[in-house]
């Protein structure tokens, strides 16, 4: 079965840079949901769109931010990137149309951002 | 506000035993629950939820699950563990209504020992 692909996999960056990392959701999934995992740490909500708007917003820093297009893929867009970025970057999908698994979110492999 | 407690951060099992990773959890109203396994440099793999109905919930794996409303639980349990069952193991909740995002518990790593 298909499922949630992010890109890239690895991210190394330099302080104060940019960064853009993407997420596919499982066809036909209609939300998605970011989350960043820092090391030893359990995954923190950053921000989830249903339908292309803003679902809920959580922890997301002013310097982040996301969006998700018409073919329902998403994009978390980095700016002024800090040490204290260095996380694992979770992109989850659901869909909430189908009553039967509506509720659960399938998560990607994730994206590992290394801020030197 | 929701929050979830896994009260220990290792656990030891041998192989064959049974184990049980512990969830408590803090929700207004009736909560969805979720574990999830995360091996080494993966993602979240989904095991199983509980949603409503019966208490005991089966997942993958082998897997299952005791929902308990009185004493806010939600502890996974395995009757014989593997050692391929190593991992870190987190417990989620979240509130119904909407497509609301999860609530992680610190996790919990499972070493079955053979």
């Known amino acids: 079965a298909a499922g949630v692909i992010q890109s890239p996999r690895h991210l190394i960056k330099e302080k104060r840079e940019t960064a853009t990392l993407k997420c596919y959701p499982i066809p036909r999934h209609d939300t998605v949901y970011w989350y960043q995992q820092g090391p030893g740490q359990d995954p923190q909500f950053l921000i989830s769109?249903?339908?292309?708007?803003?679902?809920d917003k959580g922890s997301i820093p002013d310097r982040f931010s996301a969006q998700q297009f018409s073919d329902y893929h998403s994009e978390l867009n980095m700016s002024s990137l800090e040490l204290g970025d260095s996380a694992l970057y979770f992109c989850?999908?659901?869909?909430?149309?189908?009553?039967?698994?509506?509720?659960?979110?399938?998560f990607g492999p994730g994206t590992r951002l290394t801020v030197l | 506000a929701q929050s979830v407690a896994q009260p220990e951060d290792q656990v030891n099992v041998a192989e064959g035993n049974p184990l049980t990773v512990k969830c408590t959890y803090s929700?207004?109203?009736?909560?969805?629950l979720f574990w999830y396994v995360q091996y080494p440099n993966r993602g979240l793999q989904f095991l199983l939820k509980y949603i409503t109905g019966d208490n005991l919930v089966k997942g993958s794996y082998g897997f299952e699950a005791e929902f308990n409303k009185s004493q806010t639980s939600f502890h996974l349990k395995k009757p014989s563990a593997l050692v391929s069952d190593s991992a870190l193991y987190f417990c989620?909740?979240?509130?119904?209504?909407?497509?609301?995002?999860?609530?992680f518990g610190k996790g919990t790593r499972l070493s079955v020992i053979a």
């Open positions: 929700v207004s109203g009736n909560p969805y």
């Open positions: 989620a909740v979240r509130s119904r209504g909407g497509n609301t995002p999860l609530v």
């Open positions: 989850a999908s659901s869909i909430s149309r189908t009553s039967g698994s509506r509720d659960t979110q399938y």
């Open positions: 769109f249903y339908e292309k708007m803003q679902s």
